[in-house]
């Protein structure tokens, strides 16, 4: 391989990482926050308040989704980097080609990956359990 088309690698490979560091920071925040309100909201009983929780939730996993997405855009863009020749190399960084796009990399596919879904759905399910204690059970 020529030094232009490393480098170009090696640039995919850094915005992959950062795209995952993002995502990995996103559900530690996420974590942080319905926890952080759990104690807030823990002397105060309106089951209103305590339905406010689900908004942390939502909004990181939609910006989760968002980076996972990405993420497996640049997965694309290198693969794709990888089999051009040597002279076609020209340092692009657009993951957004036609070319690129499937259906692993739509925001729903992100959005509903296993991923996902293993981390969010059980902590929406902590917060729903949580509630129905609190307010006395069912």
Same mark, same amino acid.
């Given at each position: 391989?020529?030094e232009?088309?490393i ?18 920071? %996103? ?5 942080? !926050?319905?926890v $952080?309100?759990?104690? =807030?909201?823990?002397?105060?009983t ?8 689900y ?15 990405k ?9 794709w ?10 340092f692009? %960084? ?5 070319? !690129?796009?499937? $259906?692993?990399?739509? =925001?729903w ?14 902590l929406?399910?902590f917060?729903t ?10």
């Amino acid at each position: 391989m020529n030094e232009k088309k490393i480098k170009t690698i090696d640039l995919i490979q850094n915005i992959i990482s950062r795209m995952a560091a993002n995502s990995f920071m %996103l559900k530690g925040w996420a974590v942080s !926050l319905v926890v $952080a309100f759990f104690a =807030f909201a823990t002397g105060n009983t309106k089951k209103e308040l305590f339905l406010v929780a689900y908004v942390p939730i939502v909004a990181f996993w939609g910006l989760d989704a968002y980076y996972l997405r990405k993420e497996r855009q640049y997965r694309q863009l290198y693969e794709w980097t990888c089999r051009q020749p040597e002279d076609r190399i020209d340092f692009d %960084l657009n993951c957004s080609r036609p070319g !690129l796009q499937n $259906a692993s990399t739509s =925001f729903w596919s992100a959005a509903l990956s296993a991923t996902e879904l293993w981390f969010y759905l059980p902590l929406a399910a902590f917060i729903t359990f949580i509630i129905i204690i609190l307010q006395g059970g069912c």
